[in-house]
């Protein structure tokens, strides 16, 4: 699980990154954050990014999970 997280976590930034360079966005705007795919198809990378931010989120929770239960105030 960890290794596929972290291809994940590596494909979403590289292609985040890949924006600034080939980037497109919709017409008469300045935004490029949008990558074209073959067959007219667009895909934002944030969103894979985001997908990340999740798992790294919840796998925490669940490495600190017998922590969280003996917390006490």
Known sequence: MKELFASASFAGAALTMLTFFIG???AG???KAWLR???GLTFQP???LK???IITFSLSFVNRAEKMKKFSI
């Open 29 to 31: 705007t300045d935004d």
């Open 24 to 26: 497109t966005g919709p």
């Open 37 to 39: 795919l073959p067959g």
């Open 46 to 48: 944030a969103e894979l």
């Open 51 to 53: 997908i990340a931010f």
